[in-house]
């Protein structure tokens, strides 16, 4: 980058120059189904129908589109997580884009390039906050309006300086706090609504010749100056010839938060070991980050038990599974007693490796004196260690099916989001006929 460059222009130029390989569509379409599954998944949740009271789905209307489909894509914990950025692009990436491209009765293959675009943006600003913000702030709404801007300038054919200007108002916009988790309150899926809602409008404005700030990263008063106390701006442009970080990005087998993922594993593989034998301890060994979010040691409600390594640790471990009915009432009393013996303590040499790499080690003791270890350095669903288009699928149709959506229905469904690849009209997904 020169001197005179700005990192907003730089990131626009590395996008745009950015070649897409083959297989990078396809990938993208995976994601797409996953993000898409996850909002169908929960449109009978009691969030989704506030939205969809307060923000309705309207055709006509890609503001309102874009911020319902962003909230209800969140609201299962299930969505794609970025491990680098600590965030979840696809809920807002995806829905700004779908809203754009549906309003436009937009081509698969523009939809897609865009949300490859969109993922670049939101996930290389993320990599860039350092990690200091994410103790206040929630990567996913500081970061994602970039995503969501950078989507829809693809998508709008945005120049260089309206894409810049959009990017600068997306900046500008962003916010979303963690105090919600003090309380167990809904907020993360307002951050994901506004985060999609706000960079769509950037574009947009940015069309019509509304200018942003160029500076928005790294001016004196700008997004690093104000929101990271150890910023790494260097990360914005490093790599540029890097596999597309959509491409980078997990998947989500667990209802749950990420962070809970690589404990939940270890814990399954030692719920087969076990054999049913009483434990007497279990001591989790994590990262930080993983701590400062999710040590609840007595969730009283849903929300709150998705956030608590205690209890996904105790329901792994006795009953190998984990799954939307863990965290309700039943599910949370049936393991009270086991996770009461849960302790848990940062792990110099996960919390190292942490953001690259979301590890753990699960230790117990049964009541018989015998001791069990086991360690994970990454998730099912990561990169390294990927579900399949069918285990995709069956996430899916597991998702669609719990939403009463019928089998032929949700398999019409998955085919047509696969055939975005070969260019098929994104209106013909027919999503608005699933996702209320």
């Known amino acids: 980058m020169s001197d005179a460059m700005t990192l907003t222009e730089g990131l626009v130029d590395l996008i745009r120059s950015k070649p897409i390989k083959a297989g990078d569509l396809d990938q993208a379409a995976l994601f797409v189904l996953d993000t898409l599954a996850c909002a ?3 449109r009978k949740a009691v969030p989704a129908k506030m939205l969809a009271k307060v ?55 523009a939809f897609l390039r865009a949300v490859l675009a969109g993922y670049e943006a939101c996930c290389r600003i993320g990599m860039a906050v350092g990690k200091e913000h994410y103790r206040v702030w929630h990567n996913t709404a500081t970061c994602g309006p970039f995503g969501s801007a950078m989507a829809v300038a693809q998508l709008a054919e945005l120049n260089r300086e309206q894409a810049v200007w959009a990017l600068g108002n997306a900046g500008t916009q962003s916010a979303g706090l963690w105090e919600f988790l003090a309380a167990g309150a809904m907020s993360k899926h307002l951050h994901t609504a506004r985060g999609a809602q706000a960079g769509l409008m950037a574009a947009r404005l940015a069309k019509e010749g509304f200018t942003g700030p160029a500076r928005i990263l790294e001016g004196e008063k700008g997004f690093f100056k104000g929101l990271c106390p150890d910023p790494d701006p260097d990360a914005v442009l490093r790599d540029p010839a890097a596999d597309w970080q959509l491409v980078q990005t997990s998947i989500k087998p667990w209802p749950c938060c990420r962070h809970t993922h690589p404990t939940i594993d270890a814990a399954i593989a030692l719920h087969h070991e076990l054999g049913g034998r009483e434990l007497a301890r279990i001591e989790v060994g994590t990262y930080q980050a993983a701590i400062d979010v999710c040590d609840r040691p007595e969730p009283t409600e849903p929300y709150g038990a998705r956030f608590s390594l205690q209890h996904c640790v105790a329901v792994a471990l006795a009953t190998g599974k984990v799954d939307p009915s863990s965290f309700e009432p039943a599910g949370r009393d049936s393991v009270k007693d086991l996770r009461s013996r849960v302790t848990l303590h940062a792990d110099a040499q996960v919390d190292a490796a942490y953001p690259d790499s979301w590890g753990t080690i699960v230790s117990v003791e049964t009541a018989d004196g015998q001791r069990l270890r086991t360690a994970r350095r990454e998730c099912k669903g990561d990169p390294g260690n ?43 997904l027919r999503l608005e006929e699933l996702i209320v």
């Open 40 to 42: 169908i998944g929960a």
């Open 386 to 428: 990927p579900v399949t288009p069918a285990d995709l699928k069956e996430k899916a149709l597991g998702l669609m099916e719990t939403a009463g959506i019928s089998l032929v229905r949700a398999e019409t469904f998955i085919e047509a989001v696969f055939g975005l690849v070969d260019d098929r009209p994104v209106r013909q």
């Open 55 to 109: 923000s309705p789905l309207k055709l006509d209307d890609v503001d309102k589109m874009s911020f319902y489909l962003g909230g209800v894509s969140h609201i299962l914990e299930m969505d794609d997580l970025h491990r680098a950025s600590v965030t979840h692009p696809g809920s807002v990436v995806i829905p700004a884009a779908w809203a754009y491209a549906h309003l436009w009765d937009m081509n698969g293959q």
